[in-house]
Every structure is written in structure tokens, then in C-alpha cells.
């Protein structure tokens, strides 16, 4: 938990998220695959949370992983990102959450690119672009 964590009511998260981000963000839905506003994205930026606006993923580790999810190979610092265990769906994964506001972002699977072999699974709504300036 970081110092600056984020902890509002249901109620709040609802008001502040639309539908669709409180489906995922809240409720640890998925998004259709090939649907989000980022998987195909190559804009050079910064991923920030939709719910808290923390840093998350920095675009120069996205990868085109082919899932139809935006993917990443590791979040912009290794305490951004906090992992749980999930066992829905009769599926052993690591679920990805903010840090800073628990909001659910996706999931880890150990098939990435090398040198980390990790593939940050993310779903498009959870995020915000935040474009370079430059
Ligand atoms: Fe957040």
C-alpha cells in the first residue's frame, strides 16, 4: 500500500467511474478483446490509472502481444502494480491492481517477450494515455 492510497466508497467509485470503467475497475471484468481504445496503440506516452490517475506503463514497454489487449512487459516502477491471486473461471492467474486505488487492470502471464517473459495483460479502460509532449 502505498502512502498516497485511495480509498473511496462504492458509492463514490461509482460516481466517478463511467460504467463500463467501474465493470472492470470495480467489478474485475474484461473487456472484449480488439474493443479498447488501446490495443493497437503505438503512441509514445505514459499509461496513467483511469480511476486515480497513478503512473502505470510507460509506452516504450508495450508490446503488440496479439491478445487484443494492450500489453505491457513491466509496469513504470515495480511498486505501481499490486498482484493477487485469481482463481475465477477454474483459472489459476495473477490479477494486476493499482496500487494506489486497487482498481483492477488486468492480469500477468509468464508468456512475454524475453528478458522478463512477462506479459502485462491490460484491459484498455482501466487506463489513460497521457501523450509525450515532445
Ligand atoms: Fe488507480
Do not use: I
Not at 458509492?11 to 488501446?38: C, D, H, N, S
Not at 508490446?63 to 513491466?74: A, K, L, N, V
Amino acid at each position: 500500500m502505498t502512502d498516497d492510497h485511495v480509498q473511496l466508497t462504492d458509492e463514490q467509485w461509482r460516481e466517478r467511474l463511467t460504467p463500463e470503467q467501474y465493470a472492470v475497475m470495480r467489478g474485475k471484468g474484461t473487456e472484449r478483446a480488439f474493443t479498447g481504445a488501446y490495443w493497437d496503440t503505438k503512441e509514445p506516452g505514459v499509461y496513467r490509472c483511469a480511476a486515480c490517475r497513478a503512473e502505470l506503463f510507460r509506452s516504450d514497454t508495450k508490446y503488440d502481444s496479439g491478445s487484443g489487449w494492450p500489453s505491457f512487459t513491466e509496469p513504470v516502477r515495480p511498486d505501481a502494480v499490486r498482484y493477487e491471486s485469481d482463481t475465477a473461471y477454474g483459472m489459476r492467474r495473477t490479477e494486476a491492481l493499482c496500487a494506489r486505488c486497487d482498481a483492477h487492470l488486468g492480469h500477468v502471464f509468464d508468456d512475454g517477450p524475453a528478458p522478463g517473459g512477462q506479459r502485462y495483460c491490460m484491459n484498455s479502460v482501466s487506463l489513460e494515455l497521457q501523450p509525450s509532449s515532445d
